[in-house]
C-alpha cells in the first residue's frame, strides 16, 4: 500500500504534489518522489525517508512542470531500497513517469519479459515498461493511443493498481484496476485538475473532491484541463475493506464514505458483540483506534479515556519492513497513563490483530497496571494472505491463521477477554458495496494459483531476510 498525487495546471505543480504526499505520508515511509514534465524532459527527484526528508525549498524549485506525479512507498515487494524508488521513468519510445500503488499478482512472469531492462525489485518498474511497450505499439500518440494501452494493460496484470502517470506532450494519466481495489479519486481546482490515494490529499492541495474513479476506469487530462474518461474494462467493485478499518486517513472520504464516520460505526457495531461487560473504561490504541472506541464507549455506555499516549514523531510500526524494526519502534511508541488505567477493569479497542506482534506488546504494557484487561478488534480475524498491496503474504505471520481458535489468540496476547467484530458486523458498519475481504474469507478478487501463492509467499519471505540488511 503506497500513496501517489498527480497534478496538472496551469502552473509549476511541484508544490502541490508536495503538499499532497505529506497529506499521504501515513500510506508509505520509505520513500518518497516527484516527477514534473516541463515540455522537453521529465525532472525527477526521488529519496529514501519522509517526504520532509527528501524534497528542500531547492530541490522543489527545480522540479519545473505542469503535470507531474508523486509517491510515497511502502514496500509490499522489492528488496532493493535505493532502486525500488518511484516514481520511475522511461525516455524511448516515449517519456513516461509512473506511479503505482497495488500489487501485482502476476508480476514474476512479466519480470521474466523484461528482465533485461529493468534495475529495481519492484513490480512498479514492471508495470512501467510494460504500459510502455502497450503504448509503442501505436504508430500515432494520442488520448485514444493512451486509452487503448491501457486496456491491453488491464487485460494483462492480474492484481490490484492506481495508477497516475505523465505522458509527454499529451498530459495526466490516472487508472483504476477493474475491480477497483486500491483507492483512486480525482479532484479540480478551477481548470487545475488532480488525483491522489485520499481525498485528505486533495484538500491539502486546495482541490474539490469530484468523484472516485471507477472499476476499469482510466481519465486523460490534457493541459488547459480538457478531461478524458472512459471505463473500459469494469468488473464488480472489490475495495479493500482495510482502507477504511486502518489505513486511510479519518478525515478522508473513500467511495462517498466518511473513513471517520465507519470507524464510528465500526466501533458500534463491535459492541454489539460483546454481550456483557464489567470495564471501568474503554481506551483506544491510539491513532487509528480512536474513533471506533467512541462509537462503542458511547453504546455501552462506559467512560471513554486516553489510557494510552503516542509517541507522534514515531511513524507506522505496521508498515515498517521488518518485524525487528517494527518491534524496536514498539518500545518508544506507546505508553500507558498509569493514572487511568492502574487498578481498572480495562476494555481496549484496536483496529485489527494482523501479526499479533504489537497487540502482544501493547496487551503486557497496559496490564502492568490495569486490574484486566478485555481487547476487542473492529476488524474480524484475518486468516489469509493479502495479494494486493498489504505486506501480509504470508499465512504462518498471521495470528488467526496459526491459532485454533479465538481463545488460542486470546491466550497468546495474553489478554482476560478478546472479542473480534463479525463479518456481517464490519459490512454493515462500512457500509460499501463491494468490498474486498479475501483476508477475511479467502474470496480473492482474482484468480490466484495456489502454486502462484506459495511462490510470492516465498519471495516476500526472501525479500524481507534482503530488506531488513539493506536498512540496517
Known sequence: MCGIVGVI??????????????AVQHRGQDSAGIACFDKVRINLKKGLGLVSE????DNLSRLSGKAGIGHVRYATAGSTPLLD?????????HAIAFAHNGNTVNYLDWEQVFRERIQSCCDSEILLHLFSDKLSQDKHLDVASVFDAVLSFMKDVNGSYSIVAVVERLGLLAFRDPHA???????KRGNDVAFASESAALDAMGFELVRDLLPGEAVFVEPGGIIHEKVLLPKAPRHCMFE??????PDSVLEGKSVYETRIALGK????AIERSDADLVMAVPDTSRPAAAGLAEELGKPLAEGMIKNRYIGRTFIMPTQEGRERAMRVKLNTVKSVVKGKHVLMVDDSIVRGTTARRIVKLVKKDAKTLHLASTCPPIKYPCFYGIDFPIPSELVAATEKDEDGVRKKLGADAL???SLDGLKKALGVKGLCTACLDGDYPTEIPVDVRKKLEAVRANERKKVGSAYV
Open 269 to 272: 457495531q463491535l459492541a454489539k
Open 54 to 57: 527528501v524534497f528542500t525549498e
Open 9 to 22: 495546471g496551469q502552473d509549476n505543480v511541484a508544490l502541490d504534489i508536495y503538499q499532497g504526499l505529506l
Open 419 to 421: 472479542t473480534y467484530q
Open 244 to 249: 477504511w478499518v486502518y489505513f486511510s486517513r
Open 181 to 187: 481495489n486500491r483507492p483512486l479519486v480525482m479532484g
Open 85 to 93: 524508488m518511484s516514481p520511475f521513468v522511461v525516455d524511448i519510445p
